[in-house]
């Protein structure tokens, strides 16, 4: 079984910074692009940033500047480091990931984090 687990959401500050983190466990082989996701109260959930196994990023055009997406393969973790917030990155964050698990490859999801902007 492979799991995704989240951490580091809350309460953060307009103008202020969060950072998420996000770990695989379990039978991993291999993981290739992982990503951070987001849904907001009446919206598709949209593509924040992703990050491939050789360290190649996308981020969607909101938050350019401001989020940078990182991973340690060593650890099967990806961080989100999020500065400069405003109140409409608050929302449910999710990370997903490719992974190659001994006998199949799919994406897997976490079970989101909270992020809530407000003064």
């Known amino acids: 079984q492979v799991q995704l687990v989240e951490s580091g959401g809350g309460l953060g500050q307009p103008g202020g910074s969060l950072r998420l983190s996000c770990a695989a466990s379990g039978s991993i082989f291999s993981i290739y692009t992982m990503g951070w996701y987001r849904q907001a109260p009446g919206k598709q959930r949209e593509l924040v940033a992703a990050?491939?196994?050789?360290?190649?990023?996308n981020y969607a055009d909101s938050v350019k500047g401001r989020f940078t997406i990182s991973r340690d393969n060593a650890k099967n973790t990806v961080y989100l480091q999020m500065n400069s917030l405003k109140p409409e990155d608050t929302a449910v964050y999710y990370c997903?990931?490719?992974?190659?698990?001994?006998?199949?490859?799919?994406?897997?999801w976490g079970q989101g984090t909270q992020v809530t902007v407000s003064s």
């Open positions: 990050i491939t196994s050789g360290g190649s990023t």
């Open positions: 997903n990931a490719d992974i190659f698990n001994t006998a199949t490859r799919r994406i897997y």
